[in-house]
């Protein structure tokens, strides 16, 4: 038996419900393990056995069929849920948008924040005597919460009945199905960092992307393409390193094809997902592919018309990926690079890797390279030991960056990082909210000042849809809105609530740290509350009227115009004239038809 085998067995000892690690080392006969008792979780006796997973298959159980899924977090987490979904429904389970009627429901979790977790307890513990009434509920907890604390989610809702890590997702219609036939709970994660060697922890992080669904995105238009798995660059405030597993780059020849089958689909705007994704580097045919060759290689897939890609990192924003970016049309002149504080000493105790000078450096290069780029980033405040001088330092940062806009986070402590277990958080609340107000109305004047230069301008937009105000309008409380759209965006645990582009998550503005370069993504949730423009034409016959619309410039720019729903997934050209902090008001360019025709007509790229 391997150090892994040694590792699991060791584990499998000392544990009580069932555990299954998908390792992918197919030559170790441990390499796939199941861990199984008899009972549910507490009071009954331990069996133990292995058996290899490819063996296990499970007969249909009674259900009613009808699946519920709850997801807080990242862009991470929004891909994840449309991939199990995906792989749900080939089962023949239908979503539900009530948890009360379905017989599966699951939680997909989030763990960089201690609000994103209480969230789903909460949830939780609503479901607690349900099971009672309907004994064929399976009811699981996946995702990055799954991973991180494991057998301890079952002492605090032991009516859980699967618990399955972020690596482990493409196991669950088995496990939803075996929990539902055998009655009994299990976890399915991946080996701890600590558990095996590096090789051995990635193989127990499984890949599953390729399974698409369209019907579970955010848009018909829009997808999320991940392109890497994990982090290894351990900030010490984060706990992604430990559930989202070592860094891995996919192949590009899988993300190529990936790319082609979503134009297929209609998707013409793909966002490239990693947790620092301009870290990507793989090996394929003796070629070595880093995110410049990636880009390359998708640009021209026909039907895609944009490319994002979230986060980067501060280090790794080299010469030869700002060169493709300016020589790629379609990629989009928007950089969210997180600064986290601009403090070198904060900096060094957060192991970012890098100071205030090496970033000045990048945004130098940036600037030279790609003069009409739009970078973002993000903040903590209240990191452990941050002085007001440190403080300062970051709103002075905040000042020379011009950042388009920041998320700015109040730290929290997180169990299982370093930073929990070297020092105190010993910055009070009181100081820490403040210091969020501070820097975000900083932030916030920049970004009007910044959004003020486009009035005047006409910008290209690639149109998402009818906002959500504009939806809520006429009555329409089905379907989605680009809104709806936009909630993929934002970090973790604010999916449901309104942000502020210019650096807020929350209403009252004061939100906790989350701990992850991922989630930022640059993106965010915006409250349309614009009034300007948004007024139905009183003449216009009825159900071509047009209503408010948002889209996005190619540099992230969010922008809102009255036109015609029809225009949802196309580009259009949009005259700018005012703005908010988060927002670009503008219409439509528009074009006299010939023949005297008095319609007239965007004009659409
Ligand atoms: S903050 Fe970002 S770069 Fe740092 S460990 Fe977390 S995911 Fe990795």
Known sequence: MNKTGQALAGRAANAEFAVCHGLRDRGDPIASLWRGRDSLPYG?????????????????????????????????????????????????????????????????????????????????????????????????????????????????????????GTGQLAEIPRLVDEARRDRKPAIAVSLDRKEGTRLDVAQSFESYDPLRDPEMRPSPWQAYVRIMFGCDKFCTYCVVPMTRGPEQSRAPSEIVREVRALAEQGVKEVTLLGQTVNSYKFEEN????????????????????????????????????????????????????????GCDEMLKRMKRGYTVADYRDMMQRIRAILPNAAVSSDFIVGFCGETEESFQRSMETVREFRFKNSFIFKYSARPGTKANELW???????????????????????????????????????????????????????????????????????????????????????????????????????????????????????????????GRTPCDRIVVFDGNPRLAGSLAEIAIHDCTQTTLLGSIVTRQIQHGSETLLPILA
């Open 286 to 341: 003796g070629r070595r592919y880093r995110m410049s060759d990636l880009l390359a290689a998708i640009h021209d897939t026909p039907g895609i018309q944009r490319i994002k890609f979230v986060t980067n990192f501060p280090k790794d924003m080299t010469d030869d990926l700002l060169v493709a970016i300016r020589d790629l049309p379609k990629v989009s002149r928007y950089l969210h690079v997180p600064l986290q504080s």
């Open 44 to 164: 009954r006796s331990l069996a133990l056995f292995f058996v290899p997973l490819f063996f296990v298959t499970a007969p249909d159980m009674p259900h009613n069929g009808k699946l519920y899924i709850e997801t807080v977090g990242c862009q991470m987490n929004v891909l994840d849920s449309e991939l199990v979904v995906a792989a749900l429904r080939q089962q023949g389970y239908a979503l539900t948008e009530e948890m009360k009627e379905a017989d599966t429901v699951l939680f997909n979790t989030c763990s960089v924040r201690e609000h994103a977790e209480q969230k789903i307890y909460s949830q939780l513990g609503r479901l607690k005597f349900s099971k009672r009434a309907r004994p064929d509920q399976v009811i699981a907890v996946i995702g990055c919460m799954a991973q991180k604390d494991q057998e301890r989610i079952f002492e605090r809702a032991p009516h859980v009945d699967l618990i399955v």
């Open 424 to 550: 105190a958080d010993d910055i009070t609340e009181e100081v820490k909210r403040r210091r969020n107000n501070e820097m975000l109305i900083l932030q916030n004047q920049i970004s009007e000042e910044d959004n003020a230069e486009f009035i005047g301008r006409s910008v290209e937009v690639l149109v998402e849809g009818p906002s959500k105000r504009s939806t809520k309008a006429q009555g329409t409380t089905t379907g989605q809105t680009a809104d709806d759209a936009n909630l993929a965006y934002p970090m973790p645990g604010v999916v449901e609530t309104a942000v502020l582009a210019a650096g807020g998550r929350d209403h009252d503005h004061d939100h906790d740290h989350d701990s992850c370069d991922t989630g930022c993504g640059g993106n965010s949730v915006v409250q349309l509350d614009l009034g300007a423009g948004s007024a139905r034409k009183p003449d216009a016959p009825r159900g071509q009227e047009p209503v408010q619309l948002v």
